[in-house]
């Protein structure tokens, strides 16, 4: 346990070293060049401005942290589900896997105006961006994930047999799993940014919205405590799905630490 | 032939379909345009404007292309610190986590504030964009060599540099254009978010505009625009791995859905 504890603390000193290092320079160079706040906030001002209204803050990062967490569902269940069919049949790769792709490559924020013309100004948008943008990682590991099963324990099933849709639950999901929490540990960041997207082409509350705010207003420190705040709740959710999948996962290679 | 057939064959059926079911429902409901316009609207619109767009196009190119340049370039240098000194990767490794988590978009507005209406915020969100996938790859293609090589060259007496130049960096080219796959459409996404807030030019200016002014078939034939652009891309940066990477397995064809591995990268 101790052993554990230091070895995690040794991992965290660097970092927190460095980040210090970063805010300490930052707030010496904004006092020392008497930065006017609009241009770049000190940290120290960021921090105050944080805890100053607390209550403003906690409640427009609920409303993005539920469109967020409602479009990463929403884009899960979708990749999943074409990445099954698409790992059942060849020809189903074809012909949707260019779409996928297509979908990929076009800037979400290009066609998420089209959004709040359809759907006006609800939480709709903001999950369909933040879907838009996570399904696909989740589509191709799910298609890998599902296909790259160990070949001779396959046969074993088929001369067992075992139907296709045992192989499916017994076999293939559990090796397709690992693959899932990986492309879910990106997806989490990523829907974060969807729905902040969402929101800035056209919302009244959340981060997104108090972000385009405050950016037309010019109250800098205003952006940079939505943005912190955002980094958190992105840092914050990684490691929840990293915990859930140490969990999950308990019996996979991937979450045995390399030194015990 | 027979192959090019089957390969383009099922994508191009299932663009079709989407089309037609796109085409028939805006007819048979008569959506309105500024909702949403027909495919054969936007086609007559991209037709006309194909010239002005391909100008645009070529603003938004210049931006990514740079920004991919500098995030590729930061990528490159920041896996060979990490692969080599594991301070380094202890300290700078999870602060570029930290920039990934970080929603660009949201920054985009202050780097124009910073450094005004001109090229270098779109270069700079091109940039901060593109790095993460290139470092992270980096990094583990660096260390992914043959153990063999490296203990016969270490028992030759090759130093670090010799080492890297003739294994370490052909081990990890791989990974650097799986990386590039991903980075090139990263780029012009980039490049659009920074046109977003305020360009003079660009396929992300005209996006915006036309769309502000609710011109549908206008928006959606510049988005055309972008995504072709973005697909022929990725085929070339396919092309050019093919091309460096003649001798990696990788590259080799095989069997069922060979061909679409460049798709999916």
């Known amino acids: 346990m101790a052993h554990r504890l230091i070895a995690r603390y ?33 940290p120290s001002a960021v921090a105050a401005e944080l805890a100053s209204s607390p209550d403003y803050y906690l409640a427009n990062a609920r409303v993005t942290l539920v469109e967020a967490v409602g479009g990463l569902a929403l884009g899960s ?14 020809f189903a790769e074809r012909v949707l896997m260019p779409l996928a792709v297509g979908v990929r490559v076009t800037p979400i924020i290009a ?74 540990k990106v997806g989490v960041s990523l829907s974060l940014i969807g729905a902040v997207v969402g929101e800035l082409v056209g919302a009244r509350e959340g981060l997104g919205h108090v972000i385009d705010d405050a950016s037309i207003n010019l109250v800098t420190k205003t952006v940079f405590s939505a943005v912190v705040a955002l980094t958190g709740m992105g840092i ?10 140490r969990r999950a996962l308990f019996w996979h290679e991937s979450q045995r630490s390399s030194h015990q | 032939m027979a192959t090019g057939v089957r390969l383009l064959g099922p994508p191009l059926l299932g663009v079709a379909a989407i089309v037609l079911v796109w085409e028939a429902w805006t007819r048979v409901l008569a959506v309105p345009a500024f909702i949403m316009p027909a495919p054969s609207r936007i086609v007559l619109r991209f037709q ?11 603003w938004t190119l210049l931006e990514a292309g740079l920004g991919l340049g500098i995030g590729v370039l930061i990528g490159i240098v ?42 270098w915020p779109k270069v700079i969100v091109a940039a901060i964009a593109t790095f993460f996938p290139v470092l992270i790859n980096m990094v583990t293609g660096l260390r992914a060599v043959d153990t063999c090589a490296l203990e016969f060259l270490q028992s030759v007496g090759a130093n670090r540099a010799e080492i890297y130049r003739r294994l370490r960096w052909h081990a990890a080219l791989p990974y650097l254009f799986s990386a590039l796959k991903v980075a090139i459409n990263l780029s012009l996404i ?55 990477l003649f001798w990696h397995a990788s590259t080799q064809p095989e069997g069922e859905g060979a061909g679409l591995q460049w798709l999916t990268g």
């Not at chain 1, 709709?124 to 890998?144: D, E, M, R, S």
């Not at chain 1, 914050?236 to 915990?243: D, G, I, K, N």
């Not at chain 2, 609710?214 to 070339?236: P, Q």
Request: with cysteine; aromatic share 8%; net charge positive.
């Open chain 1, 111 to 184: 066609i998420a105006p089209i959004f709040i013309i359809w759907f006006g100004f609800t939480i709709w948008p903001k999950l369909v961006v933040a879907a838009l943008i996570t399904f696909f990682p989740v589509l191709t590991n799910t298609v890998v994930g599902l296909r790259s099963v160990d070949a001779r324990t396959l046969e074993l099933l088929r001369s067992l047999h075992a139907s296709e849709w045992e192989i499916f639950t017994r076999l293939r999901v559990p090796n397709a799993l690992p693959y899932l929490f990986a492309a879910l």
């Open chain 1, 10 to 42: 040794r991992g965290v000193v660097p970092p927190l070293v460095l980040l210090a290092a970063i805010v300490l320079g930052l707030e010496v160079l904004v006092r020392a060049l008497r930065l006017p706040s609009y241009l770049l906030p000190a």
């Open chain 1, 236 to 245: 914050v959710l990684t490691e929840v799905a990293s915990a859930v999948e």
């Open chain 2, 190 to 244: 980039g490049a659009i978010v920074g046109e977003w807030f305020g360009a003079e030019v660009g396929i992300g200016k005209v996006i915006r505009q036309t769309g502000l002014k609710m011109d549908m078939s206008g928006m959606f034939a510049a988005i055309v625009m972008l995504v072709v652009a973005g697909c022929a891309l990725m085929v070339l940066v396919g092309w050019i791995e093919r091309r460096v």
């Open chain 2, 78 to 119: 920041g896996a060979t610190l990490m692969a080599h000194w594991l301070l380094a990767e202890r300290a700078l490794l999870p602060l570029a986590v930290v920039i990934k988590v970080m929603p660009t978009i949201a920054l985009v507005p202050i780097l124009i504030t910073w450094i005004g209406y001109n090229l």
């Open chain 2, 48 to 58: 006309d404007d194909a010239l002005v767009l391909g100008g645009q196009l070529a």
């Open chain 1, 77 to 90: 269940v979708i990749g999943f589900g074409l990445g099954a069919l698409m790992a059942r049949s060849v």
